[in-house]
């Protein structure tokens, strides 16, 4: 079983809409949990940590659910800027590994 | 804002050749990494280094592959005898010290084998 696991979409959304993602990981001992986005041909870049209690970052929130062990992602008012790939990022706390979902792809059409 | 660079950006190097690639950590970062990704596949995780020596590593990597931090500056990876599927990008990264942190990604070193 993959540690992360993500959906790859790809999600096609239009300008203005809201757009969530899910992430699953396997390890209930997972401690650290973070949202990336990457662009192609590009580095990943930190989007938003994920809390326990649920952040939000602006047009963005991230939540973490640890019975069902999945964290979430939701874009509101979504720009053609968003366009991108989103990474999940989950760490176990007994390691210094993190594991990255495939990532899922948005393309926000205008 | 901080940090983390990699040189070069592009190495195009023959099968079996040596090849080390150089990355420079955020300065008051103690955790550092390397990551690889094929194109059009997931980000992997290689290696990761703390207080001078390797804490985990993946099967991919093998004894082709090996890291330093020399200097207390530069974090190198280097592959001894490359393979055509060595070719993609590679990613350092690094963080802080205490809890979990999130890690900072260089903007990659191509990698391309002939």
Request: net charge negative.
């Amino acid at each position: 079983r993959k540690e992360v696991e993500q959906d790859p979409g790809p999600f096609n959304v239009p300008e203005g809409a809201t757009v969530a993602f899910n992430c699953t990981y396997s390890n209930s001992a997972s401690q650290s949990f973070f949202w990336y986005r990457q662009d192609c041909r590009k580095e990943p870049k930190l989007l938003m940590s994920v809390y326990s209690s649920g952040n939000e970052d602006g047009r963005f929130t991230a939540q973490l659910n640890r019975a069902s062990q999945y964290i979430s992602l939701l874009i509101r008012d979504s720009k053609l800027s968003d366009s991108a790939t989103y990474l999940c990022v989950v760490n176990l706390n007994t390691g210094n590994q993190f594991y990255f979902g495939t990532g899922t792809s948005l393309t926000v059409i205008p | 804002e901080p940090e983390v660079t990699q040189t070069p950006s592009h190495q195009v190097t023959q099968m079996g050749q040596e090849v080390i690639l150089r990355c420079v950590p955020i300065s008051n970062h103690l955790y550092f990494y390397w990551y690889r990704q094929i194109l059009g596949q997931k980000v992997e995780f290689l290696v990761s280094f703390y207080n001078n020596e390797i804490s985990e590593k993946s099967e991919i990597f093998d004894d082709q592959f090996s890291v330093e931090r020399p200097d207390g500056s530069n974090f190198t990876l280097k592959i001894r005898s490359t393979k055509l599927e060595d070719s993609a990008m590679y990613f350092c990264a690094s963080r802080g010290d205490g809890s979990v942190g999130p890690q900072h990604f260089g903007d990659g070193t191509r990698l391309s084998i002939l």
